[in-house]
């Protein structure tokens, strides 16, 4: 050890360039670890933790570089305060060690102390076989803390490179999941075991890519086109996020109205004709500015952050556009689990509803949609945000009851004159009751026709549900954003006590 105050300045000095140094070669057209860090975070704000920290020994020795292939520290996003790790591939693959793992479990800690977001920056080879059980040991370390951080601080992961085998499961229960398009893999096996195993041949793309993940699985709610882009996704979504669940979601000032929009002549005039939902979506939020999660998976559901008077919000609506916004299991699914996001961090849920029901079909029920389709039930009835529901058009059986209705506790319901709230539609309904007459008669579309808008003007009517206080109001479509700024300003002090329990048992 140096002796003097200046050489072991100089000593100091030296062992953290070993420190900063990259471990090796990087692929080609990514950024460093560091780097990735420097360009989420706030310039200069950065403060490491662990940089002395060393690999563990191992029988026949070996590298023992500084910081074993992570850098943990915090940092601030737009001045607010937010924990990041980053697996840097360039040291060991990136593979957790036992002081990898430890590193990125006292960062965990330390969130969870101080009620502050954590961003991880994945891109490993997954466990470090030399270390063995340490390492696996870490893994599920780090999934307890996961576990634990759950619905009380945001957890984000964005998936830079490889992600495999037990490091796949950590971003999995974190919150959102951004992977970058050519670039990330997220699987639990790889290709080679897979063929070896099965006999079945994939590409690392086709069993877990950034495609495959945000449009076939859902293991991922954001695809990016490039790294800067996967970044600036998280700097984005953290905006509209509180730091922790004893926090409110972050204020700004009241968002401009977006350009005036024709919502009176969205819903066409013919039956069954579709239309774009998000139309009326970013003539309703502030400014018109969505940031839809999972836009990719289940798009017969949109899920969205969004603002209105400059508060968060989340949206969830039925896509007419994609098979007419029907609910099945992956939709039931996206939903809910967005659903009990925004409730676990006092985020109001935002609910436009245009859904003929639940999708019946053999697939859909083998597949167990009664269980899985539950799932959104019980996460809309389990919400204690305030919760705002618009009726757009349709409002069939099940379907009615999912989207956000005063059954499941939803506290303003609004409907527009275009509505139709009945057990099944009109066409269904004349089919099973009156198929005798129909049989009968000598003109069966004619009297099809007669009854079927006989059934629209006395059983589907938003008026009827109006009659009952199962909704509110029906309102001019012109006026959908007055009164969902109303009803949202007017539940700011919302208070819903809930038993005592440990949890519910949702059916997962």
Not at 185 to 190: A, D, I, L, N, Y
Not at 277 to 299: K, N, S, T
Request: glycine residues 12%; proline residues 6%.
């Amino acid at each position: 050890m140096p002796g003097g105050t200046s050489e072991r300045i100089r000593d100091l000095e030296r062992r953290q360039a070993q420190a900063v140094a990259a471990g090796g070669p990087r692929k080609r057209g990514t950024f460093g670890a560091r780097e990735r860090i420097e360009r989420l975070l706030d310039s200069g704000s950065f403060t490491e933790t662990g940089q002395f920290v060393r690999a563990r020994a191992v029988a026949g020795g070996g590298r023992r570089p500084y910081g074993d292939g992570v850098i943990t520290g915090h940092g601030t996003v737009d001045g607010r305060p937010v924990c990041v790790f980053a697996q840097d591939s360039t040291v060991f693959g990136g593979s957790m060690g036992e002081s990898f793992g430890e590193k990125t479990v006292a960062l965990m800690d330390h969130a969870l102390k101080t009620g502050c977001p954590v961003v991880g920056l994945n891109d490993s080879g997954g466990a470090r076989i030399q270390e063995g059980v340490a390492s696996l040991a870490l893994y599920a370390e780090l999934v307890r803390r996961n576990v634990q951080a759950s619905g009380v601080i945001p957890q984000i992961s964005v998936i830079l490179g490889p992600c495999a085998g037990g490091a796949a499961y950590s971003p999995a229960i974190t919150d959102f999941t951004v992977m970058v398009d050519g670039a990330s893999h997220m699987f639990v096996t790889g290709p080679d075991v897979i063929e070896a195993v099965t006999g079945e041949r994939a590409t690392a793309e086709d069993l877990g890519g950034a495609r495959t993940s945000n449009t076939v699985n859902g293991n991922a709610h954001f695809l990016a086109a490039d790294e800067e882009d996967a970044l600036d996704t998280v700097r984005d979504l953290l905006s509209y996020l509180p730091a922790n669940n004893l926090e409110h979601p972050p204020r700004y000032a009241p968002g401009a109205a977006p350009a005036a929009q024709p919502l009176d002549a969205v819903v066409p005039d013919r039956p069954g004709q579709a239309y774009d939902m998000r139309d009326i979506l970013h003539a309703v939020v502030d400014d018109g500015e969505l940031l839809y999660v999972q836009e990719l998976f289940a798009p017969n559901i949109i899920c969205a952050l969004a603002r209105v008077e400059g508060a968060s919000v989340g949206v969830v609506a039925n896509q007419p556009l994609h098979a007419a916004g029907v609910l099945d299991i992956d939709a039931s699914e996206k939903a809910a689990r967005f659903v009990r996001f925004c409730d676990a961090f006092g985020i109001p849920l935002l609910t436009f509803a245009d859904v003929p029901g639940y999708l019946s079909g053999v697939r859909q029920e083998q597949a167990g949609i009664i269980r899985r389709g539950a799932k959104l039930l019980y996460a809309y009835a389990e919400a204690t945000v305030p919760k705002v529901t618009v009726v757009v058009r349709k409002a069939y059986g099940g379907g009615y009851a999912v989207m956000g209705s005063k059954h499941l506790g939803a506290d303003v319901n609004l409907a527009w004159p275009t509505a139709r709230i009945a057990v099944m539609g009109a066409e269904g309904a004349v089919g099973l009751l009156h198929r005798r007459e129909l049989a009968a008669s000598d003109e069966p579309e004619a009297l099809r026709a007669r009854l079927v808008a006989a059934y629209e003007s006395t059983h589907g009517t938003a008026y009827l549900a109006a009659e009952r206080g199962y909704v509110d109001a029906v309102i001019a479509p012109r006026d959908t954003r007055d009164h969902v700024r109303r009803a949202l300003r007017a539940l700011r002090g919302k208070r819903a006590p809930l038993p005592q329990r440990r949890h519910g048992n949702i059916p997962l």
